[in-house]
């Protein structure tokens, strides 16, 4: 079977308050300096290099547009109305920063921006005795107790990591007393993990023989769950540009801002796939439903226990298993971010700030699946595979604080 890529996630966390009561302990110990830096005629600074600007915020991003449907829902009655469902995600709030540097002169601005979200949303459904859960991530040959593809329950989880690197230089494009406007290019790496895992069950077989004494005397005989996994990790580089707007509303105090960016990336992704899924066979031939062979059956006393006897105590449940991996699949992908907000300066030497911002990463993971089969034993061999993109865009409010040193 094929092993997954995709490795937990184990940094050191660090509370928000905490991160905060740093930032701010770095401001008191960088800010006096500025109260007794001179001046010139030009209003710049006299060390000739410019100023640092530190900027830390959390945004409450909220993942959505992944794909990563696990079952379709039938409806006996309205056969066209299957409908699709898939993972429901919270918005988490998660740090974004930035640190670098405006140079004197109007020379330019060189900033550095992290990110770094991780999620997990589960999804489940019963219905015991009612089929109705299609299987979507099992490979469908023998998928369900009566090898439709379709199960009475299920349950799954999802879990994402992103990781967000951008190093940018900017320059004022524009100046007057309406709005300012910068341009920005520069370099940018992501990392984007995502893991999804269900499983598939028949709570309540419909089938006459599979209820006792036949599950109690053949335990074994008991449908089995059945399980998928899928799982992708990307990582890319390249560039990226942009531009943002201030527009000044009250002096230097008060202000809205926005901001439009574009990266091209290129990049691999390591990606698997995985499924297991289960069968009846009677002396090696494979059963077909509703298993008459399993009522055919008696039970007998044996030196003082009862021992059920006949043609189903021959019977066995086999596990078909298929499993399909790829190390390196060369991907190129885009990201395109938009956001506006405000800000208000109330010191001379700190910002704070808060708006509404969207990125969408386009095609930073890729859903593979064995396509044509041949069946080996209880293993599927993998002649030839569909891949299939997946996207993801983040969006939500921010808010943060900035200093000037």
Known sequence: MAQKPVEGNSRMKISVGTKFGLVLLLAGLLIPGSFFAQEDETGEDDTGWGELIAEYGTWAAEPGGIGDNVVSITDPLAPFDDTLQGFSRDARHEDYSRVGAELAGNRGRLMVTWYAHDGDARISGRDPGNFIFGQLLSLQLYAGLS?????????????????????????????NSRMIGRWNIGFRKLKFRTDTDATYYALVPTFPAFVPPLTTGLPDLTPR????????????????????????????????????????????????????NHYYTLLGVILDPPYDELADYVITNVGGTSVLVGT???????????????????????????????????????????????????????????????????????????????SATYRGFYFGVGFHF
Do not use: C
Not at 149 to 166: C, M
Not at 324 to 352: K, N, W
Not at 354 to 360: E, L, P, W
């Open 312 to 390: 189903a105590a021959s019977v066995e449940q086999e596990t078909l298993d298929a499993g399909l991996r790829s190390d390196s699949i060369s991907r190129s992908s885009q990201v395109y971010e938009l956001s506006f907000g405000a800000r208000v300066r109330p010191l001379r030497f700190m910002d704070v700030f808060g708006g509404y911002r969207v990125i969408h990463y386009g095609g930073v993971g890729v859903d593979l699946r064995p396509r044509n089969i041949t069946i080996v034993g209880n293993t599927v061999n993998a002649t030839d595979a569909s891949e299939t993109d997946r």
């Open 225 to 276: 769950p059945e399980t998928a996994s899928l799982a992708s990790a990307y990582e890319g580089t390249g560039l990226t540009g942009g531009l943002e707007f201030e527009a000044p509303l009250w002096r230097d105090k008060f202000s809205v801002e926005g901001s439009i960016g574009v990266s091209l990336l290129d990049g691999n992704v390591e990606t698997g796939y995985e499924s297991s």
């Open 147 to 175: 090898n439709d593809g379709l199960a009475d329950a299920f349950e799954a989880t999802s879990t994402t990591a992103l990781r967000d690197l951008k190093i940018e230089y900017s320059r004022v494009a524009f100046s």
